[in-house]
């Protein structure tokens, strides 16, 4: 458990995927220059994915966002190596994934990683309890350890009730909610999550990423979760590395996707999120100059509830305490709104 | 222009000469190995005897009432199994127990012979385009060779009786048991697959927990299939030897007894259906978990 709490890191270094039937005698040419288009044209093969250097630290949420056809999902299954990679290197904990052989690569499916798909992937001909214990079972434990544990996370993600029914009875959210047991059921340090939340309608998703934070602060787990959803990847990522043809355009945490968009692609993505309710008051701070005023706001919290609570006390300054309440800086409600309503492109943010 | 009206085919010398040697090499073949095949094959026919035995020397009632509930395990339909007793009532009121009981017993152990032999021979194509690209021309070949021509190798290797009519009749028989096996397997959903690989599962846990039963029903369909051909293969198999309903129709065609080929044939129809449906129903059963669906 101790393992868990600290969480295994995952660093993804050099990451080259190239699809066709002799991705060998490209790599060099892709790594010295050629483009994807002219690898399709010529030579009728696909880059997949193209120098990724992700790390990913443990016990956090890594978010993956790209549309489709940019990789991500190629990308994660990089991680449990469901795909091959042409070149690079992925590190998980102390080991590189790439090098396992068959025995080991399927030790460490078993034991680090649990996975959620998009189709949920559930076994049709197995009962919502029989799906969850699947992990434990191809792990060998004994029957009633596997029950024991499947019955808590199916309890813990609010199927109680719903052990013996077939996943073709349940709804869509119900039914990922079985593939989110079965993943937790397996209880593997790592959980990856392949657009997890994507085929459940808004209300649902919205409900499943409530589920999921509210689980991750329970388990610590590192989580890398696959999303095409910009406002999803900005409510549960703690960084996020946004993926587009195949290459990583830009990563960090969300404040800093949102305040320095790194090219047009991200801004005009950027554009549309609700800044009140993803930058924190810690972006927007100034120094500390003489006395504190106002009213005192805890570090980290967003510019939509600083603003509601400045506004409603009819107070045009507040200062920002950090958790001990030491003071850290000041806030200026002018400042709070304008950095709400000013969409940023990436050639202010640089200047 | 002789060759353009007449094909210019092999002449006629060289053509026999290849017959005769084709053939002598073959009987060279069942003289050395003949009795190799025999004695390998002897469990089968032991098992072939002991069926027999057991379906035509038990009183008719208790065989009745084992098929009963057989059909009723299987089907667990009232209907059905009132239709596996009346028809097996009618056929012993018209006197064709023995027969009838005899056909079942060829038809069965053909049928498991076939299912032991073919479901590992599907699952090694459902799992290798080259083995699938190799056996399905014979596969094609067993399917639509007249089932006469292969009695003739079963009787120069074996003789006739009730062992070459077993091989003959699970030849014919168990395409479709490795064509549907291989398609089931091959038609399992590849995100289920996928998730299997993702939990750490071995070549035979996905074979066990995955593939094999979401292709369950597909392979049923098989099974099904594989009881039609092989009924239908019991009146051919008759001509070597083998005893049942077949005999009756093969002497009916001989000496023009109509009612004699009637009566027969429609106890092959009669136990065709009680396989047909009682298979049927119990693979509809093993697909209870498709049933019912969130609305």
Avoid: C
Avoid at chain 1, 135 to 150: D, F
């Amino acid at each position: 458990m101790a393992e868990q709490n600290s969480g295994i890191g995952i660093s993804i270094r050099n990451l080259y995927k190239i699809f066709g039937s002799n991705p060998e005698d490209y790599i060099d040419a892709v790594k010295g220059g050629m483009t994807k288009a002219e690898l399709n044209e010529k030579h009728n093969h696909v880059l997949g994915l193209k120098d990724i250097n992700i790390d990913m630290p443990g016990g956090g949420i890594q978010v993956v966002m790209g549309l489709s056809g940019s990789g991500k999902s190629t990308l994660i299954r990089h991680i449990n190596r469901l795909i091959d990679p042409t070149a690079g290197e992925v590190i998980v904990g102390d080991e590189d994934v790439v090098k396992m052989n068959e025995a080991q690569l399927r030790e460490f499916r078993r034991h680090k990683t649990a996975m959620v798909f998009q189709k949920f992937a559930l076994l049709p001909h197995r009962t919502v309890l029989e799906n969850a214990v699947y992990g434990l079972e191809i792990q060998g434990l004994p029957r009633e350890e596997q029950e024991k544990q499947a019955r808590r996370w199916i309890s813990r993600v609010g199927l109680d009730g719903f052990e013996d029914n077939y996943p073709n009875q349940l709804s869509g959210g119900m039914q990922q909610r079985v593939g989110l047991a079965r993943a937790l059921t397996n209880d593997a340090p790592i959980l990856l999550m392949d657009e997890a939340f994507s085929a459940l309608d808004p209300l649902i998703r919205m409900d499943m990423q409530s589920v999921l934070l509210d689980l991750q602060k329970e388990i610590r787990k590192t989580v890398v979760f696959i999303t095409h959803d910009l406002d999803e990847a900005l409510r549960l990522g703690d960084r996020i590395a946004i993926l587009r043809d195949g290459e990583v355009v830009q990563q960090g945490t969300k404040q800093e996707i949102v305040l320095r968009p790194a090219d047009e692609y991200i801004s005009s993505f950027v554009r549309e999120v609700n800044r009140g309710r993803v930058i924190s008051v810690d972006m927007v701070m100034a120094p500390l100059s003489g006395e504190p005023k106002g009213m005192p706001i805890k570090t980290g919290t967003v510019l939509e509830v600083a603003a509601k609570r400045m506004t409603d006390s009819n107070v045009p300054e507040a200062h920002v305490t950090d958790a001990s309440g030491t003071v850290i800086g000041k806030l200026a409600i002018n400042e709070v709104i304008s950095a709400m309503v000013t969409p940023v492109d990436h050639e202010s943010a640089a200047a | 222009m002789d060759w353009f009206t007449k094909f210019p085919a092999m002449d006629t010398d060289r053509l026999t000469a290849l017959k005769k040697a084709i053939d002598l090499g073959f009987r060279n073949f069942t003289r050395a190995y003949g009795d190799v095949f025999e004695t390998a094959l002897y469990p089968v026919q032991w098992f072939m005897y002991r069926v027999e035995q057991l379906l035509t020397q038990s009183p008719w009632p208790l065989v009745i009432l084992a098929f009963a509930l057989i059909a009723w395990l299987a089907s667990r339909s009232w209907k059905i199994t009132a239709g596996v007793v009346v028809t097996l009532l009618l056929i012993g009121y018209f006197d064709m127990w023995d027969d009838t009981m005899k056909t079942i017993a060829m038809t069965v152990v053909a049928t498991i012979m076939a299912i032991i032999l073919g479901i590992p021979i599907g699952i090694l194509m459902g799992r290798s385009n080259r083995v699938q690209s190799v056996l399905n021309p014979i596969l094609d070949v067993m399917q639509t060779m007249p089932s006469f021509v292969y009695l003739i190798p079963v009787v120069m290797l074996l003789g006739i009786g009730r062992v070459p009519g077993l091989i003959a009749v699970m030849v014919y028989a168990i395409p479709p048991i490795i064509r549907l096996t291989n398609l089931g397997i091959r038609l399992v959903d590849k995100d289920v697959l996928e998730a299997a690989d993702a939990f750490g599962s071995s070549n035979w846990q996905r074979l066990k927990n995955v593939q094999m039963p979401l292709a369950l029903p597909t392979i049923m369909a098989g099974v099904n299939q594989t009881i039609m051909m092989a009924l239908a293969m019991v009146v051919v198999a008759s001509m070597i030897g083998v005893q049942g309903l077949g005999l009756p129709v093969l002497k009916a065609i001989a000496n023009q007894y109509f009612t004699l080929g009637v009566f027969n044939g429609l106890a092959i129809v009669g136990i065709a259906i009680i396989f047909d449906r009682t298979s049927q129903a119990y693979g509809k059963r093993l697909q209870k978990h498709l049933e019912v669906v969130h609305g």
